[in-house]
DNA sequence: CTGAAAGCGCTTACAG
DNA sequence: CTGAAAGCGCTTACAG
């Protein structure tokens, strides 16, 4: 049997309420030293360790985040998921929290985020991989449960979310100039997932770039992919027979523009000289393929970082919500890029 | 205030024991249909969720596996980590549970499983990435709580432990023959850190290969890596300064066979025609890589999806430990490899 | 500085 | 088929 609070006390001499006093750093100054220390030695010759699932009972406080997600492999995509991951735990870490990972169920049945505190024992919730069809969104706002939205705010919300999430616009924006300085005038653009609200951003970013340029928009250089590999060589190839004055084109991440250098190669064209590509995320393959892909870096290991931290700052109420974070990207220039050639 | 399970009763005009039991698959047919369906109704009415915290301390079962791991950065690299924890997930959550990460403090202070257990409410352990000197299990072993070594098992081994990895030797040992029949003789190998176990057994894999072809091995033609690119890079940077006969050369991980493969661009060698190279693992990158990687490739996902069936099935004593599962590697072959060069 | 007691929200013998 | 009651192992007002 393990050995409990009252064996302690027993042993010890003294009450199951001076022994758990001695055991809390925030009452242990209640206690004399002499009897804490009395206590802590019987703690430590019968090994107690006090049990974490009364102490939540009796505190309602399971000092645990969630990870909340949807099982969609986009949000496992190994770089995201891994960097989100090590970046919250880190944080929780430190500040005395552990992570566990809760798998949202695709149809949505209405939970409601409260009721995922309560089933699945924690404190607050991390939110990540939502899309806008989830309509999960909705009806967490309506809880008072803690949560944060992970990586997946748009500018056109309502305010009232704590979040966490990149510049998306902005890094959007400056691929685009990046490539108009360079001379490009042609600039496609390979979209994210419509009900993605990053990818909505990224693109706005785009248009946004287009216009301060003096570039009228040509729907003929839009296309949708899905945020995969496959997605973005079916994309370029699309685009690649259709428009043949295209010198480059920028992709919303670094999985599509990985599969649309692969089409370009394809088609018997060369990266960069004949059409120049860039993605966003900055993920390990893109440092690897050939040429190594210029990209928007999106700081994940900060976003999961800030996240947990601010999580765990609204559960113990350390700070007046709404609050949100928004982390600056960052140009890698690479050798997919390069000066437009002459059409 | 959130609904309890008095307020459900209260409201049924019946007794907490009656919803409880109506709630739990397990009791719920000793209560009468009509009953319950009125149960159900206020349940439903009231949007009651049973409090997971109150069950656990009342049953002494979380429902909860702990993913326990050194905060090492190789237990991390993304591809490792993610087959890991997704394929582990799925189970858990096929069988109802939920999956918890607990990172194990570097300073290894005398943690016994069943502590963690206790302090992690986790009803059992998958316990990742360890090594040799972490003296984790030997303390482990003491425990009666249920856990599972994932994937660092080796065939020294005390035979009680519960563990599922690849067969590491098995794999190595196919590989250096692969590399056998296509007439290599001078094989090196770019061991991985000497207190890992799955290295050692790689390395074991290694020597038998070469026994059993007629080749007497030569301590000239091991090095050292850490598991990492960089280390690959620089143990392939050496051999090739040193022995300027080998053909081949085969890394304990792929990580080390991208760097490997560096160096010998870097010397100005190609790469399969005057120096085959073998990985192991098969990680995402080994089919980006130019030429990309022949590999053995290990079942990740595979292994984290077993490893958390067989950790359920101990916990709910539905089956005898010791219990283990070795899963069989399989040869991948890419374009790293070819015919040995005459020398 | 310390203890007795109530309470956190469930489950489960025990009795009927 | 149902209920009253004890218990899971802690914490924390309350009283002294």
Redesign the interface.
């Known amino acids: 049997m ?1 050995v409990t609070i009252r064996d302690i006390a027993k042993q010890a001499g003294v009450s199951v309420a001076t022994v758990s006093r001695s055991i809390n750093s925030a009452t242990k100054n209640q206690v004399r030293e002499e009897t804490r220390k009395k206590i802590f030695e019987i703690i430590k010759k019968y ?1 107690y ?6 102490r ?2 009796s505190t309602r406080k ?1 000092r ?1 985040l969630g990870l909340c997600m949807p ?1 969609r492999a986009s949000v ?1 995509s ?2 995201y ?2 960097g989100i ?2 970046g919250a ?1 880190e944080s929780a ?1 430190r500040l005395g929290y ?6 949202l169920s695709e149809t949505a049945r209405g939970l ?1 985020i ?2 995922v505190n ?4 924690i404190d607050g919730a991390l939110l990540v991989g939502t899309r806008i069809e989830d309509e999960l969104l909705p009806v967490f706002r309506n809880s008072d449960a803690p949560w944060i939205l992970v990586n997946n705010y748009s500018e056109n919300d309502d305010g009232k979310t704590n979040f966490v999430d990149c510049d998306n616009k902005k890094g959007a924006y400056d691929a685009v100039n990046y490539l108009f300085d360079m001379g490009h005038r042609e600039i496609a653009f390979i979209k994210g997932p419509a009900d993605s609200r990053n990818a909505n951003d990224r693109f706005a970013g785009y248009m946004k770039a287009l216009k301060k340029n003096g570039i009228k928009s040509d729907k003929s250089l839009f296309r949708t992919g899905d945020f995969t590999e496959k997605g973005g060589y079916l994309a370029a190839q699309e685009l690649l027979a259709d428009k043949n004055n295209i010198t480059a084109v920028f992709c919303a991440d670094d999985e599509m523009a ?1 599969g649309a250098l692969q089409a370009v190669k394809d088609k018997g064209l060369n990266c960069p000289k004949d059409i120049s590509i860039i993605g966003f995320d900055d993920i ?2 893109s440092r ?3 040429p190594p892909l210029t990209t928007v870096r999106q700081p994940i290991y900060e976003i999961g970082k800030v996240a947990a931290q601010m999580l765990v700052h609204i559960v113990e109420g350390k700070i007046q919500t709404p609050v949100s974070k928004v982390l600056q990207t960052e140009l890698i220039e690479r050798d997919s890029c390069a000066i437009a050639a002459r059409k």
């Open positions: 393990a090994n360790f006090p049990d974490q699932i009364a939540s009972l399971t645990v099982f496992f190994s770089d998921f891994t991951i090590i735990i870490r552990e992570l566990k990972i809760v798998l409601d409260s009721d309560k089933t699945s024992a990985v390990r393959l690897y393929v050939d």
